[in-house]
């Protein structure tokens, strides 16, 4: 089965700590985003790729870090600058040809108490 | 499931009935308009897009409206079922970002009445 996955679900960190979320696809896309989403809110853009080993700052990039050693994977790091963490987590793929369509993961909840 | 579609604007609609939804923009630089549905505990799907220079594009069981006049976008669901009840979020394609990146509107909650 193609698709993108986003692992753990649920993900309860301290505040102070970094944590880093996963994201895989295994769709051969070129392009990956990372989107957070709070209740009432659209999605608001992190950082995208859309190549290997090249990254952009979206909207609100702050506090936030990625890596796009490898085409499949696009982890995201939210460090101990990011001034309200909890959130929900999304990760998106597409192809360089279609960037209107993009295909989203299932989305990572991240708590920091 | 994640609770997106607090205080979003809802629109009832009983099972069977059409459904409009509206999304107004302000980027009048914008090359397409895309709409995603995200049911509850799921990452946004791709419904459909449409090009500055269209005014009107059907997919199944939808039809998208452009009206680039007054800036308006509007999502046309026909013979609505339990299934469309989810979060619409309307975005936007521009040139100005490089047309590789969406930005996306704040989202219509749906709740279809069986």
């Known amino acids: 089965d193609g698709g993108i996955t986003q692992s753990p679900k649920y993900l309860f960190r301290k505040e102070g700590q970094n944590v880093t979320l996963s994201c895989e696809q295994n769709l051969n896309h070129d392009a990956m985003y990372w989107y957070r989403q709070d209740p009432g809110q659209g999605l608001r853009l992190i950082y995208y790729?859309?190549?290997?080993?090249?990254?952009q700052k979206g909207d609100i990039a702050e506090g936030y870090s990625v890596s796009r050693e490898k085409k499949e994977s696009f982890p995201l790091t939210v460090t101990s600058a990011q001034k309200n963490p909890t959130a929900f987590y999304l990760c998106?793929?597409?192809?360089?040809?279609?960037?209107?369509?993009?295909?989203f993961g299932p989305g990572t909840r991240l708590t920091v108490l | 499931g994640e609770s997106v579609g607090l205080h979003l604007p809802t629109l009832s609609v009983q099972e069977g009935d059409n459904s409009i939804i509206n999304c107004a923009y302000s980027?009048?630089?914008?090359?397409?308009f895309i709409w995603y549905k995200q049911e509850s505990g799921k990452g946004p799907q791709f419904i459909i897009d449409i090009r500055s220079n269209m005014d009107k594009r059907q997919g199944q069981r939808v039809t998208v409206l452009l009206n680039k006049t007054v800036k308006h976008l509007s999502l046309q669901i026909a013979a609505t079922q339990p299934g469309d009840s989810a979060v619409y979020f309307c975005?936007?394609?521009?040139?100005?970002?490089?047309?590789?990146?969406?930005?996306f509107g704040k989202g219509n909650q749906v709740v279809v009445i069986p």
């Open positions: 998106a793929s597409s192809t360089s040809r279609s960037y209107n369509e993009q295909f």
């Open positions: 975005a936007e394609n521009s040139s100005l970002y490089g047309n590789n990146r969406l930005a």
């Open positions: 790729s859309q190549i290997v080993n090249d990254f």
């Open positions: 980027n009048s630089a914008s090359d397409y």
